[in-house]
């Protein structure tokens, strides 16, 4: 059985920090592209970063750029996002997501954390 469980979520003070973990289990964990969306309240779906399968490659939203780094530890089938500089703007949902290279559908989806960013 898939999952994908995150992480790390909270309530933090505008320009603080927090990292997000989402553990994979079910597949073959190197195999898959792995990113973060945040769904915010009356807000689209938003796709925050993406991460190759071994780590090389990241892609980065431009409202985040700078700011949030992604990584990944394939042994631990783990993925992270370290948030700096927070906003209230980033608050949101936060989910991982895991994707095979070549295909358009995205088939696993955690449930999310929650990022809430006030003073």
């Known amino acids: 059985q898939v999952q994908l469980v995150e992480s790390g979520g909270g309530l933090v003070q505008p320009g603080g920090s927090l990292t997000l973990s989402c553990a994979a289990s079910?597949?073959?964990?190197?195999?898959?592209?792995m990113s973060w969306y945040r769904r915010a309240s009356g807000v689209e779906r938003e796709l925050v970063a993406t991460?190759?399968?071994?780590?090389?490659?990241?892609n980065y939203a431009d409202s985040v750029k700078g700011r949030f780094t992604v990584s990944r530890d394939n042994a631990k089938n783990t993925v992270y996002l370290q948030m700096n500089s927070l906003k209230p703007e980033d608050t949101a949902v936060y989910l991982c997501?895991?994707?095979?290279?070549?295909?358009?559908?995205?088939?696993?989806w955690g449930q999310g954390t929650q990022v809430t960013v006030a003073s």
């Open positions: 997501a895991a994707k095979p290279p070549l295909s358009r559908v995205v088939p696993y």
């Open positions: 991460i190759g399968r071994f780590g090389i490659n990241t």
């Open positions: 079910g597949f073959t964990f190197s195999n898959y592209l």
